[in-house]
């Protein structure tokens, strides 16, 4: 079965410095890779996917994902945090494998905390 | 464009009562995909709705339905409610719900079950 796995419950970060959210996934065949933001109370907002081609893959609000297929990972960058950038993140797979069954869908892990601070 | 929108956005319910929520999908879009979203759980799959036909289903219970309108608007319903299905309940949006397209969610409908 396909599965996402977001290692870490929280990241800690100061405001200006570098940050990184890490995914790893498992699928049988060529995944397909999402990156959704969680404001509270808010629905889920997309942020980048990665399909085929490039490993690198840039997307909204200054983030990027860099697909790494020998570690299983694609873990979310960002070279500069905001205070704003304070949410919950998701990293989410869909396997074109398990298309019409149960986990024919986006399988989500569990998401990491980030907390910016000033 | 508009985006995803869900109604109503909060509800109370107590056991064994049924509810019905409701989502509009961006305009254009043909595939509606439903999702559970509770703490210990986390985002897990109802089921997905494609042109008025329920094209994939996640691991839950037959109390669980859902329905998709010609508008392309849809509809889940969950009957006998129980304690456990307190949650934050999605709706995604999709073009036509290829593997490749990105789901575009609605702010959720809270469900608090006493």
């Known amino acids: 079965a396909q599965s996402v796995a977001q290692p870490e419950d929280q990241v800690n970060v100061a405001e200006g410095n570098p940050l990184t959210v890490k995914c790893t996934y498992s699928v049988s065949g060529n995944p397909y890779l999402f990156w959704y933001v969680q404001y509270p109370n808010r629905g889920l907002q997309f942020l980048l996917k990665y399909i085929t081609g490039d490993n690198l893959v840039k997307g909204s609000y200054g983030f990027e994902a860099e697909f790494n297929k020998s570690q299983t990972s694609f873990h979310l960058k960002k070279p500069s945090a905001l205070v704003s950038d304070s949410a919950l993140y998701f990293c989410a797979v869909r396997d074109p494998l398990y298309y019409g069954g149960s986990q024919g869908n986006l399988i989500f892990g569990k998401g990491t905390k980030l907390s910016v601070k000033p | 464009k508009a985006g995803v929108t869900q109604t109503p956005r909060y509800l109370i319910k107590t056991r064994g009562q049924q509810v019905t929520l409701s989502c509009s999908p961006i305009s254009g879009h043909r595939s509606v995909s439903w999702y559970q979203q509770t703490p210990g759980q986390g985002l897990q799959f109802l089921f997905e709705?494609?042109?008025?036909?329920?094209?994939n289903k996640g691991n839950f219970p037959g109390r669980f339905s859902g329905r998709q309108f010609s508008n392309s608007r849809s509809e889940m319903n969950v009957s006998t409610l129980e304690l456990g299905d307190s949650a934050l309940y999605l709706c995604a949006s999709s073009l036509g719900g290829g593997f490749q397209e990105t789901q575009y969610f609605g702010p959720g409908t809270r469900l608090l079950v006493l």
């Open positions: 709705y494609f042109s008025e036909t329920q094209r």
